[in-house]
Nanobody, 118 residues
Framework: QVQLVESGGGLVQPGGSLRLSCAAS????????MGWYRQVPGKQRELVAT???????NYADSVKGRFAISRDNAKNTVYLQMNSLNPEDTALYYC????????????WGQGTQVTVSS
């Protein structure tokens, strides 16, 4: 079965940095589009960043210039480097995988909590 396991979340002060990791198994990782989403209680889950099999990236406007998504196909791992964090970045961050198969099906990790507070 496909498994996505996030790590790296925690409590950080405003202006600080965190690096999230997502270890994937049960899929051919190099053929999957990977992404990060986040969710705050009472709000809709929102896309943070995606990275394709070819390395093309896409970011939400709110994180452009501050966050960077990357992947290491040899390690079956996708990362989210988060810099200049502010309290509005506080959320549960989820790893997402799209295997690029038909019919379309998305896979999700359990999430890792990021809290930005002084």
């Amino acid at each position: 079965q496909v498994q996505l396991v996030e790590s790296g979340g925690g409590l950080v002060q405003p202006g600080g940095s965190l690096r999230l990791s997502c270890a994937a198994s049960g899929l051919i990782f190099r053929f999957a589009t990977m992404g990060w989403y986040r969710q705050v209680p009472g709000k809709q889950r929102e896309l943070v960043a995606t990275i394709t099999t070819g390395g093309s990236t896409n970011y939400a406007d709110s994180v452009k210039g501050r966050f960077a998504i990357s992947r290491d196909n040899a390690k079956n791992t996708v990362y989210l480097q988060m810099n200049s964090l502010n309290p509005e970045d506080t959320a549960l961050y989820y790893c997402n995988a799209d295997r690029n198969l038909v019919p379309k099906r998305l896979y999700w990790g359990q999430g890792t909590q990021v809290t930005v507070s002084s």
